[in-house]
């Protein structure tokens, strides 16, 4: 498997303006995850999806902020308007349950640039 | 979910080992101990967990007393490629696969 994967790598879009991150979790595996990573607040649980399906959704900032699972190997997370504040690096991860604090897989991230 | 307390940094040379310290003091039976390493620019990646006594791999070392209150993340003879930033997660069954991570340990191998 190729592992997580993320895309776009890298993102700059002006402020107002829609920005969609995509992933794509490890085949097999039934937990998707996504984070937030900045300087200030480190690395920030936004929401996770068990068999596509939101489990916890506390940790997203604003209703600016939405995601998706529409099936087992695809996610969205979209940002709708974007801000200046919203800059971070965004990563996705996926997971197998097994009943333990279990291994997540990560994806490479995709840094988002508002300006 | 059990909170966990680490170092924020430390420093260290090539060569020798490290021991990096994590306090859980509400950890609940079911809780397993898991620690991730982040190198810059990349996701986080699975180290090495464990439940009690003492478990070993390629990577590390995780000691847990028998409390289990707090564990201990050993590497030895770290390298300058051994910087990176460690976290140590607490949680399980209870949790249903969330997974929190905490300010980490920033780890800094120098020559």
């Known amino acids: 498997d190729a592992g997580v994967i993320q895309s776009p790598r890298h993102e700059v879009t002006e402020m107002g303006q829609e920005v969609t991150l995509r992933c794509k979790p490890i085949?097999?595996?039934?937990?998707l995850f996504w984070y937030r990573q900045t300087m200030m607040r480190g690395l920030e649980l936004l929401i996770y999806f068990n068999n596509n399906v939101p489990i916890d959704d506390s940790g997203m900032p604003e209703d600016r902020f939405s995601a998706k699972m529409p099936n087992a190997s695809f996610s969205t997370l979209k940002i709708q308007p974007s801000e200046p504040r919203d800059s971070a690096v965004y990563f996705c991860a996926s997971s197998s349950w097994t009943g333990r604090n279990t291994e997540a897989f990560f994806g490479q991230g995709t840094r988002l640039t508002v300006v | 979910l059990a909170k966990t307390t680490q170092p924020i940094s430390m420093d260290s040379y090539e060569g020798q080992e490290v021991n990096i310290t994590c306090s859980h003091n509400?950890?609940?039976?079911?809780?397993?101990i898991t620690w991730y390493q982040q190198f810059p620019s990349q996701g986080p990646r699975f180290i090495i967990q464990g439940y009690k006594t003492k478990v070993t791999n390629e990577v590390a070392s995780l000691f847990i007393p028998a409390d289990r209150k707090s564990s201990t993340l050993s590497l030895p003879r770290v390298s300058l490629s051994d910087t990176a930033v460690y976290y140590c997660?607490?949680?399980?069954?209870?949790?249903?696969?969330?997974?929190?991570f905490g300010q980490g340990t920033e780890l800094s191998v120098k020559p």
């Open positions: 085949s097999g595996h039934d937990y």
């Open positions: 509400n950890i609940a039976t079911n809780d397993y």
């Open positions: 997660l607490v949680g399980g069954y209870n949790q249903g696969g969330k997974l929190i």
